[in-house]
């Protein structure tokens, strides 16, 4: 079955792709386009979300030539995406492995250069009250026991896809807000390999000063490891005390 145009509307949103595609071969190669609400698509699949602004997730769009192959998996290249007031371009690939069917685990590579964005606009309301799904199924008597189990054992279902995570994802941001605090320039280089996370270099602007910061992670053991190594030089204490 080949595709050479497709178009979908539902969750007030709109899909549309031109070119041609085999779905069930996963190969084809055209433009895809999206556009419409993410938090209302959320609340569609019963999981509402109430932002610290509630006009956060309300606008996404993306537009990019897009190449699928079963052996690399998607290809976005050329990425234009606007997510609310921020711009984003850049490129994407994502190779799923073993989840569709493939070989080995999940690969993400990707540039992305982003405007702005305010972090502090996407956190959870405090107190906002949990997500409710119409129609689940009610917990039976034992489902505890099940839950223990799951608990005690320390497996809940396999290993997490982030446990066999790979790529590299370079990033810049001109401008990021998180808790009020401002940071500029910001460029970095985040490499995974099989759940292990390093990021590095990573440089920005805060505070009248600048930073050199590296960072691992692993997300394997439990706890998760984490280790911070920071350069700072030319801060402005003044400034930095209006945060703590």
């Known amino acids: 079955l080949n595709v050479s145009s497709l178009e979908a509307q539902g969750f007030?949103?709109?899909?549309?792709?031109?070119?041609d595609i085999a779905p069930l071969a996963l190969n084809g190669k055209g433009e895809i386009s999206m556009s419409g609400s993410i938090k209302k698509l959320l609340a569609a699949l019963g999981s509402p979300l109430q932002t610290q602004n509630p006009a956060a997730l309300e606008k996404f769009e993306l537009a990019s030539p897009i190449e699928l192959?079963?052996?690399?998996?998607?290809?976005?290249?050329?990425?234009?995406?606007?997510?609310?007031?921020?711009?984003?371009?850049?490129?994407?690939?994502?190779n799923p492995g073993a989840l569709m069917g493939g070989k080995g685990g999940l690969t993400v590579n990707s540039v992305l250069k982003i405007d702005a964005v305010n972090v502090d606009d996407y956190l959870p309301v405090k107190g906002a009250a949990p997500a409710k799904?119409?129609?689940?199924?009610p917990k039976s008597a034992d489902a505890g026991a099940g839950g223990g189990q799951a608990a005690a054992g320390g497996k809940s279902g396999g290993a997490s896809p982030l446990n066999t995570l790979s790529g590299k994802i370079d990033f810049s941001v001109g401008k990021l807000t998180a808790a009020k605090a401002v940071l500029s320039d910001l460029k970095g280089v985040l490499t995974m390999q099989n759940g292990a996370f390093t990021l590095s270099p990573c440089t920005f602007n805060a505070f009248s000063?600048?930073?050199?910061?590296?960072?691992?992670?692993?997300?394997?053991?439990?706890?998760?490891?984490?280790a911070l190594d920071l350069n700072v030089k030319g801060m402005a204490l003044g400034e930095v005390m209006q945060f703590v």
């Open 69 to 94: 192959t079963p052996d690399k998996g998607i290809n976005l290249s050329n990425l234009d995406m606007t997510l609310d007031s921020t711009k984003i371009a850049g490129n994407l690939a994502v």
């Open 12 to 19: 007030d949103g709109k899909l549309s792709f031109k070119g």
């Open 209 to 226: 000063g600048q930073v050199n910061a590296t960072a691992k992670a692993n997300m394997a053991p439990k706890p998760m490891p984490l």
């Open 133 to 137: 799904t119409e129609g689940a199924a």
